[in-house]
């Protein structure tokens, strides 16, 4: 062997060296976010991002997406709407990430919907209630089973009307979220004739209800639907327990976001049977799907050293099926191809740890899952009791239901 | 809709709704009123005074009353902290201390936030009692008992404030410091002293505050920023630095509150409040029983 061959092997060797250590290291795929971690929404961001975080750690178990690893960059935008356009800003010309995510809730998202539409980007949304409703992005895909924009209003008014009620009260909090939500049980109840006796938007900063509540009680509707925030809800209760809503009141609850957090409802007990509220998951036999158990086995571990919902029903299973979706649709177009990408989400039925979820042209999905379920049998003090099932009943949609609804909301409450 | 009923119930949830508001400004009348101390933190010391009733009630089971007055003393210490601090690096130093230390006491408000996230994490929190979750039943008047209590409550701190600050040598050397602080050093009392003292006071009177708060709702991180706009709006529409002043102005705006709650919008309910302010500052600068 001469010196050239020897020195030309050497040089292969070094090049097939090089290329082998290029493609061991190649760059993770970077998915970028902001999460709500402190303010208002913190509750509802941190499970979000907790189940975000137990999909990277099992899709980089399986070898990643591409053959590369998955890594998140994550902000927090302090639950506020003014602190986001810069942070997603940030996350694609400064962190260049390849994906995005969008941060729990309605409030944080709204900002950031024009600017992912200019730039053609796509978008999993997290828990919004209709941002693109009017900016009409087909790159937007929420995780959340919302469905319609009428279906929370349509599922709660129609079993109020099927328990007899025939008017209806409606108490929402002055925010977007839950205007709009209350604009749609307007229609809905305009829709199925069902009269509003009592309309009331209240301040968020409203510290007391039971004057609130007071009012509500005198204009004694058979059906009563509240669209509220998380520290009001807990409030409302209180005020609803000690003030009361009438004998007449066949149906109460509808929208009233934090009766699905641990704590909430830990601290409520008692105080929450008979409501009828939205929701999202559930431990009933109806909602087990491939991968649900393994991952609250994981959840449940991992939220008490992070400090979060222990039980974490409502949003982190959501945050998990949107990186599942993701991995799918990566997997199957082999690409990181934005448009490719949308294209694969919007024409195909994915399967998650929630169950199936395909998409309308909108980007919710095709089928609203939104739950309407009755708090039954709740002691005070005792976490644990809402891992069983039977403790919130799920009485719509049909096809997930597991029992029939207690009425009057009095009787239901004992 | 109107009905003498509706009016009656609005105007007995207002008084107490009101007595509510007294409990949870009177420290501020004392720091803010009295003392001139900038205390935007007032509310975050509150929300943090809750998290330490919250803790001894969920561990040991404590009255969240007594929880609020076991912790009076700690918040006392953490109150003359606070002040020295504030005096040493700001007050001590010039004129605008005032607006310097409105962000000296902002970055005080949030430390305490992100402590009690850490502590705490951000879900909300609540107590349990005997009384909360209960009506008193007067015909078809319901009155929620947690509003009774905070009803006595704060008549009795506004009480037994207005009493020590009028009474006691501590209380009128308080009262003189805040008329005329260089006439009281000249008599060889030393006013930093007396203030420190007197906002180790307000924060310590925080303890029920704050038990009262976490007795009347739930308490979350940044519950505080809800209370800022309230209690100043009670402390000024009193008159700097009056206690019962503090206690009538907080009624007011109480009932205020609760008629425009239950009988009109509850939308306009923050704009009424803040109205009445400015209508009571228009007829009388100094508040209504301002010195």
């Known amino acids: 062997m001469n010196r050239r061959t020897v020195l030309g092997w050497a040089t292969a060797a070094m090049v097939f060296g090089l290329t082998s250590v290029a493609s061991a290291e190649e760059p993770p795929i970077k998915i970028g976010m902001s999460m709500p971690q402190t303010g208002g929404l913190a509750g509802g961001g941190k499970p979000s991002l907790l189940g975000i975080q137990i999909w990277r750690d099992d899709v980089n178990a399986k070898g990643g997406l591409l053959g590369r690893k998955v890594e998140l960059v994550v902000y927090d935008d302090k639950s506020s709407a003014s602190e986001t356009p810069a942070l997603y800003a940030k996350l694609l010309?400064?962190?260049?990430?390849?994906?995005?995510?969008?941060?729990?809730?309605?409030?944080?998202?709204?900002?950031?919907?024009?600017?992912?539409?200019?730039?053609?980007?796509?978008?999993?949304?997290?828990?919004?209630?209709?941002?693109?409703?009017?900016?009409?992005?087909?790159?937007?895909?929420?995780?959340?089973?919302?469905?319609?924009?009428?279906?929370?209003?349509?599922?709660?008014?129609?079993?109020?009307?099927?328990?007899?009620?025939?008017?209806?009260?409606?108490?929402?909090?002055?925010?977007?979220?839950?205007?709009?939500?209350?604009?749609?049980?307007?229609?809905?109840?305009?829709?199925?004739?069902?009269?509003?006796?009592?309309?009331?938007?209240?301040?968020?900063?409203?510290a007391e209800f039971s004057s609130i509540i007071r009012a509500l009680n005198a204009a004694k509707p058979d059906i009563v639907f509240v669209a509220s925030y998380p520290p009001d809800s807990a409030a409302i209760m209180r005020a609803v327990n000690e003030i009361g809503v009438g004998d007449n009141v066949k149906l109460f609850g509808g929208a009233m976001v934090g009766l699905q957090f641990a704590a909430v409802m830990e601290s409520m007990g008692s105080l929450l049977n008979g409501v009828v509220n939205y929701n999202t998951w559930l431990p009933e036999p109806s909602m087990n799907f491939d991968g649900t158990k393994e991952f609250f086995e994981k959840y449940t571990k991992r939220a008490i050293e992070a400090k979060v919902d222990p039980l974490g029903f409502y949003i982190a299973p959501y945050g998990y099926a949107m990186g599942q979706m993701i991995e799918?649709?990566?997997?199957?177009?082999?690409?990181?191809?934005?448009?490719?990408?949308?294209?694969?989400?919007?024409?195909?039925?994915?399967?998650?740890?929630?169950?199936?979820?395909?998409?309308?042209?909108?980007?919710?999905w095709k089928q609203s899952v939104t739950l309407e379920a009755q708090f039954r049998g709740i002691k005070d003090k005792n976490m644990e009791q809402f891992r069983q099932p039977g403790k919130q009943v799920i009485l719509f949609p049909d096809n997930l239901k597991t029992g029939e609804l207690i009425a009057p909301f009095e009787a239901a409450r004992k | 809709m109107f009905s003498i009923d509706l009016l009656r119930d609005a105007v007995v949830l207002g008084v107490l709704l009101g007595c509510f508001y007294a409990a949870v400004s009177i420290g501020l009348s004392i720091s803010f009123g009295l003392l001139d101390v900038p205390h935007v933190a007032h509310p975050a010391f509150l929300v943090l005074a809750s998290y330490g009733v919250y803790w001894l009630n969920d561990s040991y089971e404590i009255d969240p009353l007594l929880a609020g007055l076991l912790i009076a003393p700690l918040l006392f210490v953490l109150g003359l902290i606070t002040y020295r601090i504030y005096y040493e690096t700001f007050e001590r130093r010039g004129s605008d201390a005032a607006v310097r230390g409105i962000a000296f006491f902002f970055g005080v408000a949030f430390i305490i936030e992100v402590l009690i996230i850490l502590q705490f994490g951000v879900d909300q929190r609540s107590v349990t009692a005997a009384y909360i979750g209960k009506a008193w039943r007067i015909g078809d008047l319901r009155i929620p008992i947690r509003q009774l209590v905070a009803f006595g409550v704060a008549?009795?701190?506004?009480?037994?404030?207005?009493?020590?600050?009028?009474?006691?040598?501590?209380?009128?050397?308080?009262?003189?410091?805040?008329?005329?602080?260089?006439?009281?050093?000249?008599?060889?009392?030393?006013?930093?002293?007396?203030?420190?003292?007197?906002?180790?006071?307000?924060?310590?009177?925080?303890?029920?505050?704050?038990?009262?708060?976490?007795?009347?709702?739930?308490?979350?991180?940044?519950?505080?920023?809800?209370?800022?706009?309230?209690?100043?709006?009670?402390?000024?529409?009193?008159?700097?630095?009056?206690?019962?002043?503090?206690?009538?102005?907080?009624?007011?705006?109480?009932?205020?509150?609760?008629?425009?709650?239950?009988?009109?919008?509850?939308?306009?309910?923050?704009?009424?409040?803040?109205?009445?302010?400015?209508?009571?500052?228009?007829?009388?600068?100094?508040?209504?029983?301002?010195?």
């Not at chain 2, 739930?218 to 002043?245: H, K, N």
């Open chain 2, 155 to 291: 008549l009795g701190l506004t009480v037994l404030l207005a009493t020590y600050l009028s009474k006691t040598f501590m209380g009128r050397a308080i009262r003189a410091v805040a008329q005329d602080e260089e006439g009281l050093r000249l008599m060889g009392a030393n006013p930093v002293r007396i203030k420190q003292f007197a906002f180790g006071i307000a924060t310590a009177v925080l303890g029920v505050a704050g038990a009262l708060l976490i007795i009347i709702a739930p308490v979350e991180p940044t519950l505080d920023r809800v209370y800022i706009g309230r209690t100043f709006c009670v402390v000024v529409m009193a008159g700097l630095g009056s206690i019962s002043g503090t206690l009538i102005a907080a009624i007011i705006l109480g009932v205020a509150e609760s008629i425009v709650l239950t009988m009109f919008g509850a939308s306009w309910a923050p704009a009424i409040s803040f109205g009445l302010l400015l209508g009571v500052l228009a007829v009388r600068p100094q508040g209504l029983l301002g010195r």
């Open chain 1, 93 to 206: 010309d400064v962190d260049k990430v390849d994906l995005l995510f969008a941060p729990y809730a309605t409030v944080p998202t709204a900002p950031i919907m024009p600017l992912v539409k200019q730039r053609g980007l796509l978008l999993m949304g997290n828990f919004s209630f209709q941002v693109n409703s009017k900016i009409h992005h087909d790159m937007w895909f929420n995780n959340a089973p919302w469905g319609p924009a009428d279906s929370w209003a349509t599922g709660f008014l129609t079993l109020g009307q099927k328990a007899g009620g025939k008017t209806m009260a409606l108490l929402s909090a002055d925010q977007e979220f839950a205007q709009n939500l209350a604009t749609t049980a307007r229609e809905v109840a305009k829709k199925l004739n069902i009269p509003i006796v009592y309309d009331q938007a209240y301040p968020p900063s409203t």
């Open chain 1, 328 to 364: 799918q649709a990566v997997n199957a177009t082999k690409s990181l191809d934005q448009k490719g990408l949308a294209k694969y989400l919007r024409e195909n039925t994915h399967k998650t740890i929630v169950g199936p979820i395909s998409y309308a042209d909108d980007g919710e």
